[in-house]
């Protein structure tokens, strides 16, 4: 029971900073319903609260408890996610784990007096069990450089969204995970809702010029083309129908290496139309496109890849250049993780101390290799990426400036920036993909707008790892 003077309500509203008025209102609501327990304030600071015990006001007394906090603040929020105030998983891992990590409470037989304070245990009836411990992959001096490289390039150029994925080539661990706009869990007194989007897991697009190498690969695993071929694109475009697939001009006969040297549509198309239809959308899908990663985290996006029909001609000469599918940017750093690896697909992984499925080799040793060292050309003078080297490193890679979807189902005028690339050449080590949505001004393709990103990250990166 609580009875107490008008002069001590309005005291105690002022410790626990809250409207005199409301708090008036608030007992005497559960005065008229008989509520024998109600809280006035959760979540208090210690110091404060001795505050209001120094009131010394009958019927007013404590509860401990416990209250999340997350040192990494913003940097791993979407990841990691938050609870609520009882401690209840609302977004992210703390979500998709909250039963693991929760454990069961105790119980047991007390005696009470009158007053309800307990003076006795008497049996105890179910033990209680703590909660597991959850150790995520990610390293997060690696999380800070990303962040820090991503808010930064976001602001810079105006854009809306971004995220950046980044993968241990030889194990699939999932390094570094981080996402623009984000917010602080610590502090959510003002949280937008739309700022709690892990978008590297749920968000698809369109990966556009980032699949050329990954048609390349399935052109050479099939059997059909070899490393060295020649390709014709004279001249310089391609009409299916009512379309037309365009090059930036005609480049003439480019070696495999040159398609993906000078990104060109005309070049990949004319390869996945010369193969069976489902040739590419097979490899691709093998690579782990279109499908869950399983990596186990809430409203993961699965993405699309459709079969084209034979007589689909479009589709099939779009597909081979990142059209008309949508990927997250898990899945593509995945499709990439292949190529680091030798061909060897690993699973990825969020959690540590999980059994791993088995490995997959999609492709060949030499295949891989091959491609990889096709990809470095896009770094180097006259490729597309040049904005991504990083000194005293070998990198390769590829761009995507990727036409966005606009409310009406055609192609907007607004772009989204990608690049996809891996680190060294020679032995990779770090997978790494990065997006930025609809950046402003001049500059807004892949090369201009996320392979500079990718240069400051990996580098840091690869320097922090003591890699040769």
Known sequence: RFNASDSEIRQLAEKLSLPYAGLKSKLKWAQENAK???????????????????????????????????????????????????????????LAFDEFLTGDIGKKKILKDRRGFVFRDLQMIQQPEHGKNLELTIDLKLQFMAYRELKAAVDQHNAKTGAVVMLDAKTGEVLAMVNQPSFNPNDRSQLDVAATKNRALIDMFEPGSTVKPLTIAAAIASGNYKADDVINTTPGYLRLGSQTIRDFRNYGDLSMTGII????????????????????ANFLQQLGLGQSTGSGFPGEGVGTLVIPRAREKARIATMAYGYGIAVTSLQLAQAYQVLANQGLKKPVRILKNVDALPAEQVMSEETAQAVVEMMETVTLPGGTGTRAQVPGYRVAGKTGTVHKIGSSGGYDYEYIAVFAGVAPVTNPRIVTVIWVDSPSGQEYGGGTVAAPIFGRIMGNALRYLNVP
């Open 36 to 94: 024998g327990f109600i809280y006035l304030k959760r979540h208090m600071i210690p110091a404060d609260a001795e505050e209001v015990f120094d009131l010394k006001l009958k019927g007013v007394y404590a509860k401990h408890e416990y209250k999340r906090y997350y040192p990494a603040h913003e940097m791993a929020a979407h990841l990691v996610g938050f609870t609520n105030i009882d401690d209840i998983g609302q977004e992210g891992l703390e």
């Open 261 to 280: 040297t000078k990104s060109s549509n005309v070049g990949v198309a004319r390869i996945a139309l010369s193969m069976a239809e489902d040739t590419v």
